[in-house]
């Protein structure tokens, strides 16, 4: 087997890195803009996997603008992606 050189080590580590614990790789987060080390980058209650899954702005507690925030949004049914419909 030959040796990995020292950058593909340090992409693969980054691939499978996950120190937050959000599901979300280093080098995942780091494309997505959100943080590698906080598993709630905008500090919505809602992870940043999660708001991938659900298409919401994980850098935004707020994705549709219409001042209701995403947590409350996806916790009592409301579409966080349509401003016309929330609690
Ligand atoms: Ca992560
Ligand atoms: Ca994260
Ligand atoms: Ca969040
Ligand atoms: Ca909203």
């Known amino acids: ?37 906080d598993a709630d980058t905008d500090n919505d209650w809602v992870r940043d996997n999660f708001e991938i899954i659900k298409g919401t702005n994980p850098l935004t507690g707020d994705t549709d603008g219409d001042k209701s925030g995403d947590f409350s949004e996806l916790l009592y049914g409301f579409d966080p992606l349509d401003p016309s419909v929330h609690p």
């Open 1 to 37: 087997m030959r040796e990995l050189i020292a950058e593909e080590i340090l992409m693969l580590q980054f691939n499978l890195s996950d120190p937050d614990g959000d599901t979300l790789s280093t080098a995942k987060e780091l494309l997505l803009g959100t943080d590698p080390l």
